[in-house]
């Protein structure tokens, strides 16, 4: 069966670095595009990025442009978020999710990982 | 960006119940909408995408409908299994935004 596992969350002050990482089994990781999707305790839920089955192509939330950049390792069956310059307002638990489009998007989220939590603070 | 607005926020409902829940976007999005169910602590699940098509493995109770700007989420018979909060979220344009959610409590 699908099954994401999410790692890497922690506490980080503002302005430091960290790197999400997500661990993909029970389907061919290099067939599908992949996203991370992020949610403040208790609050909603906010698309963060995707990037294309082949790593080609990536797509990111304003809010998170230029800061945040995913990646993937198809050898590894991994995906990973490079998070930089973090702010108070990153804070959230963060979901990688799949895309169920072979080849493609559709910017939906047919599998979520368990999500791993970010608190940026001083 | 696309807003999407869930209403009612919340809801008290006893089991048997037909629940709906509507979500209603800022522009047309055809019928590029999409349900999930999330319980406490874990990750949303998709019920539903497309406007309509049920998700593998999720009970027939659950249907969608509604294209353009309207929709609605409806359970036919509500079970203890969901009380959960119900988000919509649109695959239309990017951002993909979602609904701030509606809880389903049970009364």
């Known amino acids: 069966q699908v099954q994401l596992v999410e790692s890497g969350g922690g506490v980080v002050q503002p302005g430091r670095s960290l790197r999400l990482s997500c661990a993909a089994s029970g389907f061919t990781f290099s067939n599908y595009g992949m996203h991370w999707v992020r949610q403040v305790p208790g609050k909603g839920l906010e698309w963060v990025a995707v990037?294309?089955?082949?790593?080609?192509?990536?797509y990111y939330a304003d809010s998170v442009k230029g800061r945040l950049t995913i990646s993937r390792d198809n050898l590894k069956n991994t995906l990973y978020l490079q998070m930089n310059s973090l702010r108070t307002e990153d804070t959230a638990v963060y979901y990688c999710?799949?895309?169920?489009?072979?080849?493609?998007?559709?910017?939906?989220?047919?599998?979520w990982g368990q999500g791993t939590l970010v608190t940026v603070s001083s | 960006d696309i807003q999407m607005t869930q209403s009612p926020s919340s809801l008290s409902a006893s089991v048997g119940d037909r629940v709906t829940i509507t979500c209603r976007a800022s522009?047309?999005?055809?019928?590029?909408l999409n349900w999930y169910q999330q319980k406490p602590g874990k990750a949303p699940n998709l019920l539903i995408y497309a406007a309509s098509s049920l998700q593998s493995g999720v009970p027939s109770r659950f249907s969608g409908s509604g294209s353009g700007t309207d929709f609605t989420l409806t359970i036919s018979s509500l079970q203890p299994e969901d009380f959960a909060t119900y988000y919509c979220q649109q695959s239309y344009i990017t951002p993909r935004t979602f609904g701030q959610g509606t809880k389903v409590e049970i009364k």
């Open positions: 999710a799949k895309d169920p489009a072979n080849d493609g998007f559709h910017y939906y989220f047919d599998y």
């Open positions: 522009q047309s999005i055809r019928t590029y």
């Open positions: 990037i294309s089955y082949d790593g080609r192509n990536e």
